[in-house]
């Protein structure tokens, strides 16, 4: 399999329309500034019925609710800009894009340093047509 790398904005991919048969988005949907305009990119450049694999911080809920929103906006100037309160899931559909499967669980890391569980969610999504 050949892969080229190409140079580009999330928000202004240069390919071509229809090209593609999935689109891949991993733990970077809480950092763009334009979350729909990088979900209508996608869109844009998968074929109809192509399928977008998406794994990503989601909105909190629950007793992890408050201190996700307590963390939230230090987060964002220590991690990257990522936004721990995204609703990812929404955004996709809003998108254009049918949730087919989708797994939610408590992103855990052991390390001291880390923030406390992250809600997250990986899973596929269809373009509708």
Do not use: N
């Not at 892969?3 to 593609?20: H, N, T």
């Not at 891949?24 to 763009?32: E, K």
């Amino acid at each position: 399999m050949q892969v080229e790398v190409v140079a580009g904005r999330a928000e202004k991919l240069p390919l071509e329309d229809d090209g593609f048969d999935v689109a891949v988005l991993s733990l970077v949907l809480c950092t763009f500034a334009d979350v729909p305009g990088a979900l209508a990119e996608a869109r844009r450049v998968l074929k109809p019925g192509g399928k977008l694999l998406f794994y990503g911080t989601s909105a909190p809920s629950g007793p992890a609710s408050a201190v996700q929103k307590a963390l939230a906006l230090p987060w964002r100037l220590i991690g990257g800009g990522c936004h721990l309160t995204r609703d990812t899931e929404r955004a996709i559909q809003e998108a254009g894009f049918t949730v087919e499967d989708i797994r939610r669980f408590l992103l855990r890391d052991q390390r001291p340093s880390q923030p406390p569980p992250s809600p997250s969610i990986i899973g596929t999504g269809r373009a509708t047509t």
